[in-house]
């Protein structure tokens, strides 16, 4: 591979998939919250994301495995699949349990399809590179991220909610599409074995990437409490679309992330992370404050700049510390501790809500405390001190 370019055909291919995958399963995250309160489960929003983030983390160490066994490409296949699959299912979910039931099946995607996809980067990326491969494929994530929940509410409105949930699955199988003709990594692989699905202590943790992990978990935190609660932030002050503020904070993050991975590669990931905690704290003491839909999109974009700086770098991070013989389980660490923040965030900040809005400020407080944790432990020796930074 060319080391001073990363755009090949392999990785456009791979960016044009997670845009669609990303589109498929935030297309429908903020219609989901009514649409439980409509089955009679409105006490039950938090477990909306919860329960999709313990399947996705539960599933990391198999994926993890998967991937560093029987090649990138499948697992990806997997988890885009799956993600279709559930997509056209939440017509037929009708009941609150088979809701919650669904859920925790569609987190199924999110466990195989990134692992997948950031082992694949990790082997065709040179290693001065990682930081702005990372960046854009982040862009494109980010992309879909912004789309989907921008055109979720739009289809509702102009067709019906079941149309919505069966143009999600369309973009899922589209992705799948993609994937199936790209040309797979890992050698040599092997061929799936029931012993493949047997995950051993030692193959579900990677304690090499401790750090970028803890730091995710950290920092994701707030994202599954604003997921939870935003939506009805948005009813409340009366704005035509409940995706707006995911796609405002989304499409200021597409701004600011390749210049962040670029930077990483330049000045380092710890540094970079510094400066994105910082302004992801300011945003989220903001948000406990936003009283008008100026000031909520306002800091959405305030907001979508810290998580610019920040996902893209700690996914190179953990690149970085990854075993290149393990990448997959490298990469599946990070990610659990990414569905532990997220779920968390979404439990811990649907219980302080309450479906009660003048407990908004607290649930956000909460995640800006969170975020002073990411910091501490950012300026701590024991990140300071990791060998990985002296010639990053």
């Known amino acids: 591979m060319n080391n001073n370019s990363i755009y090949t055909l392999q990785f456009g291919l791979l960016c044009l998939s997670g845009f669609l995958f990303f589109s498929s399963f935030n297309m429908i995250i903020p219609e989901l919250p009514s649409h439980l309160t409509s089955m009679g ?18 599933s990391r160490p198999f994926s993890g495995k998967l991937a560093d066994k029987v090649g990138r490409v499948p697992v990806m296949i997997v988890g885009a699949l799956v993600s279709g699959v559930a997509a056209v299912l939440y017509p037929f979910a009708t009941t609150v349990f088979a809701f919650m ?46 789309a989907g929940p921008a055109l979720g509410p739009l289809i509702v409105k ?5 149309v919505m949930f069966y143009a999600s699955g369309f973009c899922a199988v589209l992705s799948v599409l993609i994937l199936a003709g790209m040309k797979e990594t890992l050698q040599p692989k092997e061929k799936l074995q029931w012993n493949h699905f ?4 030692d193959e579900i943790y990677e304690p090499k990437v401790l750090s970028p992990s803890i730091v995710m978990m950290l ?33 200021a993050s597409l701004v600011v992330r390749i210049v962040a991975g670029k930077a990483s590669d330049k000045y380092g990931r710890v540094p970079v992370l510094k400066i994105g905690s910082g302004i992801l704290l300011i945003a989220l003491i903001l948000l406990a404050n936003a009283q008008t839909p100026v000031i909520l999109l306002s800091t959405a974009v305030l907001y979508g700049i810290g998580v610019g700086l920040s996902n893209p770098t700690i996914f190179a991070w953990t690149i970085d510390l990854s075993d290149p013989k393990h990448r997959g389980r490298g990469m599946a660490t990070m990610y659990i501790f990414l569905e532990i923040g ?48 002296d010639h990053l």
């Open 219 to 251: 920092v994701v935190f707030a994202f599954g409490a604003i997921i939870t609660v935003v939506p009805d932030i948005s009813d409340q002050m009366k704005l035509s679309n409940r995706g707006l503020f995911y796609t405002y904070f989304t499409v």
């Open 101 to 146: 039931c669904l859920r925790m099946f569609h987190g199924f995607s999110t466990g195989f399809k990134p692992t997948g996809t950031s082992a694949y980067v990790a082997d065709i990326i040179p290693y001065n590179k990682r930081g702005e491969a990372m960046g854009v494929l982040g862009f494109f994530g980010s992309m879909g991220m912004a």
């Open 198 to 201: 047997v995950v051993k202590k």
């Open 41 to 58: 489960g409105g006490d039950y929003k938090g477990l909306i994301i919860a329960l999709f983030t313990v399947t996705a983390g539960l």
């Open 158 to 162: 102009e067709f019906s909610l079941d």
């Open 342 to 389: 997220v779920g968390l965030g979404a439990l811990l900040g649907g219980w302080v809500y309450g479906n009660d809005l003048n407990n908004i400020s607290w649930v956000f407080y909460l995640c800006a405390v969170s975020m002073c944790g990411a910091l501490v432990y950012l300026y701590s020796k024991t990140v300071r001190n990791l060998p990985t930074y």
